[in-house]
Structures are given as structure tokens and as C-alpha cells.
């Protein structure tokens, strides 16, 4: 199912239990942002939303329709025998949503991961042992949470080959399959100066009116209380007086 935008904005209110959907043209599918931590942002509180791990993960139904098994029918990879279900965890076979890139989906599948398989299952990151896969990998979205204005994106993919044996070449006949590194890509956003200043001026200066004039009234309420208090209390002294005399 799709569902989620395409990332210029989100919903209002966010709510840090919630999954944020989001629509990622590069993958053809939707992608659920969990949150992880608040972050400033230029002077702006937002929250960051990370992309988690069961996002390519095929033993959880919810991805169960990204598991293609065309994909390991033609290439076994990873000690794992042809005609298997499921890529490992971690990978994402976009061979067939990518036009042109379908027509090479019958030799060399186009396989999707985080930078130097971040997150990936253990079979997977041992493959290549020279990686060091760090948070610096992760993506990350931030995002202001009352309007639902992105702060700053950090979108981190890496494309593979899912490479395979091929007897009749003889530099391929002893290779491992599996998904070789190809490139990784690193595309950034962050929100310039002018929606900065419009989030100041449009959200967080009327707020601070209003705690200014809550406090005031407050403040005068106080004081109205404490007259009527005094004079109250003037009041049933005289009665008291009265009373006595």
C-alpha cells in the first residue's frame, strides 16, 4: 500500500510514538520513519526521525510484498540455494521498478542497502569485512512537529549488483555471489534562512505573546485576589468588633 508524502512536509502534531510514512521515488515504496531523538535545528526544536532496521527486514509481514523471489530463483547469494525466498536482511532488490534498470534485472539485479550495509543482517556485513558501518550511514529526517516543516534530510543510499557465478567467464567462475558495492549516494537538505525566520515570526513569536499576556493576567489576577483577600479580611474584622462591643 502507499500511503506518506513525498517529504516537503508532513503532518501537523507529530507524536513521537508515531511512525512517520514517507514515499521514497528512488525505492518505489513507502518507507515508516520511527523517532529517535529532538534535535535544534538553526534555533528551531524539532524531532528526528531515523529509518529503522525491520524497514528491509522479510521476516515481518508488513514487508513481505518487497520480497521478491524471482531474485534468489536466478541467484543464489549468500550460502543461500537457489529458488530461496528472500533476499537477506538489510537489502532491497529494485531491479524491476527502475525502468531502464529492469531490462538488466535478468543478468545483474540492482540491489539497494544503507551506505556500507547499515543495519544489515550479519551475513551480509561480513561479506564485505573491510566496511565500518557507523551512525553516519543512517538517514535522518528533521522535522518541526507542531507544523510539520522538514528542518533538514539526510537521504543515505547505496546501490549493489547482486552479482553471480558465471561459469563461461573464467574471471567469474569463482567469484561469490552477492551484492557488491557499486556507489553510495548522500543527498542532503537543509531549510534556508527566510523558512526560518517565517517559522519565528509565524509560530513561536505568538506563542511567546501569549505566555506574556497568560502571565500578566495571572499576575493582575493575583493581585485582584489578594485585594478582595485584605478587604474580605478588613470586613470580618470590623464584624468581629461589633460583635463584641
Known amino acids: 500500500m502507499l500511503e506518506g508524502t513525498d517529504g516537503d512536509y508532513f503532518k501537523s502534531f507529530l507524536d513521537k510514538t508515531e511512525r512517520v510514512p514517507l514515499y521514497v521515488d528512488d525505492i518505489c515504496r513507502t518507507t515508516q520513519f520511527e523517532f529517535e531523538k529532538e534535535v535544534t535545528v538553526k534555533g528551531i526544536n524539532g524531532y528526528r526521525y531515523v529509518l529503522p532496521p525491520d524497514q528491509f527486514d522479510y521476516s515481518i509481514n508488513d514487508n513481505c510484498?518487497?520480497?521478491?523471489?524471482?531474485?534468489?530463483?536466478?541467484?543464489?547469494?549468500?550460502?543461500?540455494?537457489?529458488?530461496?525466498?528472500?533476499?537477506?536482511?538489510?537489502?532491497?532488490?529494485?531491479?524491476?521498478?527502475?525502468?531502464?534498470?529492469?531490462?538488466?534485472?535478468?543478468?545483474?539485479?540492482?540491489?539497494?542497502?544503507?551506505?556500507?550495509?547499515?543495519?544489515?543482517?550479519d551475513i551480509v556485513q561480513s561479506f564485505v569485512p573491510r566496511f565500518k558501518p557507523t551512525y553516519d550511514d543512517e538517514t535522518t529526517l528533521d522535522i518541526e512537529p507542531m507544523t510539520g516543516t522538514v528542518l533538514s534530510a539526510m537521504k543515505r543510499l547505496q546501490i549493489n549488483l547482486l552479482v553471480n557465478q558465471f561459469p563461461s567467464i573464467a574471471s567469474y567462475s569463482v567469484i561469490r555471489p552477492g551484492a557488491y558495492p557499486l556507489v553510495w549516494l548522500n543527498e542532503s537538505f537543509l531549510m534556508d534562512d527566510g523558512t526560518r525566520d517565517d517559522l519565528r515570526s509565524s509560530l513561536f513569536t505568538p506563542q511567546k505573546t501569549v505566555n506574556i499576556i497568560c502571565w500578566c493576567a495571572v499576575g493582575v489576577g493575583g493581585r485582584k485576589i489578594r485585594s478582595n483577600l485584605i478587604l474580605s479580611h478588613k470586613g470580618y474584622c470590623q464584624v468581629v468588633s461589633i460583635h463584641v462591643l
Open 65 to 121: 510484498g518487497f520480497c521478491n523471489p524471482s531474485t534468489m530463483s536466478k541467484h543464489g547469494a549468500y550460502d543461500r540455494p537457489v529458488n530461496s525466498t528472500c533476499l537477506p536482511s538489510g537489502l532491497l532488490d529494485i531491479s524491476g521498478c527502475q525502468g531502464v534498470l529492469a531490462i538488466l534485472y535478468d543478468l545483474v539485479p540492482i540491489i539497494i542497502s544503507k551506505p556500507h550495509f547499515y543495519q544489515a543482517s
